[in-house]
């Protein structure tokens, strides 16, 4: 089913977390941003090399925009980010306690965002666990932050990356059989430029509301399917 990507995250939020706790606090924060910038330029690294991948570099385009305007539209980071802070409202407000905040918030930052559908989809469709190995290292960066401040609920987080990126990859590599090698590719590259665009936020260049363009990878696959 091509959940090695999904375990690898797993491992490292939990090691993270186990970092964080044990040593976090005397761990300097300019060690801890160089590694974020290192991590960031090879997600960089990863998105060109996915984009080059298209051979229909407008189709591409033209579900960049369908797509960006749908998500503007929808608002769906909005509702993505309302969602949550609800959730947690819901959750933490009902237990009280500082593990179920801290598990409810990292678990919200780990699952709501554009690298985990993404790098699902790659595990899924074909069975790469690039962004998902990219994503762990992330991941087990801000658990060793979080965790060093809001203890051992951060671990916990690793129950829903597993469940919610697990679940995901599953469904993705049913659909692989649906989809030709053809959009596969173009979902691929379109993926890509919005890892660039992860990535540009992660070094602080510019923030990019990646949420909104998600439902751009369904256009590029819907436009290649039709032939266009």
Same mark, same amino acid.
């Given at each position: ?26 761990? *300097?924060? =300019? ?25 229909? *570099? ?42 179920? =905040? ?112 998600? *439902? ?13």
């Amino acid at each position: 089913m091509g959940l090695l990507g999904t375990l690898v995250n797993v491992l490292a939020i939990l090691a993270g977390a186990f970092v964080g706790i044990v040593i976090g606090t005397r761990l *300097p924060q =300019r060690l801890i941003k160089t590694v974020t910038q290192a991590t960031g330029l090879g997600i960089l690294l990863i998105g060109m090399i996915m984009a080059v991948q298209t051979k229909k *570099p407008i189709l591409v385009i033209i579900g960049l925009v369908a797509g960006a305007v749908t998500g503007e539209l929808l608002n769906l980071e909005g509702l993505l980010n309302n969602c949550g802070r609800r959730l947690e409202k819901f959750i933490a407000g009902r237990s009280g306690g500082e593990i179920s =905040r801290a598990f409810v918030s990292a678990s919200l930052l780990y699952c709501v965002g554009a690298m985990a559908i993404m790098g699902s989809l790659e595990a899924g469709l074909k069975g790469s666990y690039t962004i998902l190995y990219a994503k762990a290292v992330l991941d087990g960066i801000l658990a060793v932050t979080m965790a060093a401040i809001q203890g051992w609920g951060i671990a916990l987080a690793s129950v829903s990356v597993l469940l919610y990126q697990g679940s995901l990859t599953i469904m993705a590599s049913w659909l692989q059989g649906y989809l030709t090698a053809a959009v596969v590719n173009e979902i691929t590259a379109c993926g890509g430029l919005l890892l660039i665009a992860i990535a540009l936020g992660v070094l602080e260049i510019k923030e990019m509301h990646v949420g909104n363009f998600l *439902p751009a990878l369904l256009f590029v696959a819907l436009f290649t399917l039709l032939g266009y």
